[in-house]
Nanobody, 124 residues
C-alpha cells in the first residue's frame, strides 16, 4: 500500500500550487482520503478530506474558500488545489487514506495509510 505526493515547492503569498498524490490500487478504494499538514514545532493537522463514496468534501476553517480537494479515479490520484496561499500555509503536506469507518473525520489519528510528504513554502 503506497501513497506518493508531488507538486510541492515555493510560492509567493497570493499564489497557487497543486499537490498530487498517486495512490496504489489496493488502497484507492478506501472510504476516505485526505490531505494533512505539519509545520515545524506543531502537531499534524487536517486540511481537507473527501468521501470516495459520495464525493463529499470537508475543509479546515483555515483553508475554506482557498483550497479544493478532488480525485481522479482513472488516474488513482488525489489532488489539492491551493489558491491565494498565505505564509501560514507553509508546512509539510501529507496525503492519507482511511479504508473504512462511518465518517471522513478531519483528524489525523483516524487515517491508516500515509505518504512521505511534500514541502510547501509560502513567502510574503
Amino acid at each position: 500500500a503506497q501513497l506518493a505526493e508531488s507538486g510541492g515547492g515555493s510560492a509567493q503569498a497570493g499564489g497557487s500550487l497543486r499537490l498530487s498524490c498517486l495512490v496504489s490500487a489496493e488502497i484507492y478504494s478506501s472510504h476516505c482520503m485526505g490531505w494533512f499538514r505539519q509545520a515545524p514545532g506543531k502537531e499534524r493537522e487536517a486540511v481537507a478530506t473527501i468521501d470516495s463514496y459520495d464525493g463529499r468534501a470537508a475543509y479546515a476553517d483555515s483553508v475554506k474558500g482557498r483550497f479544493t480537494i478532488s480525485q481522479d479515479n482513472a488516474e488513482k490520484t488525489l489532488y489539492l488545489q491551493m489558491n491565494n496561499l498565505e505564509p501560514e500555509d507553509t508546512a509539510m503536506y501529507y496525503c492519507a487514506a482511511r479504508p473504512s469507518g462511518d465518517y471522513c473525520l478531519l483528524a489525523a489519528s483516524a487515517y491508516t495509510y500515509w505518504g512521505q510528504g511534500t514541502q510547501v513554502t509560502v513567502s510574503s
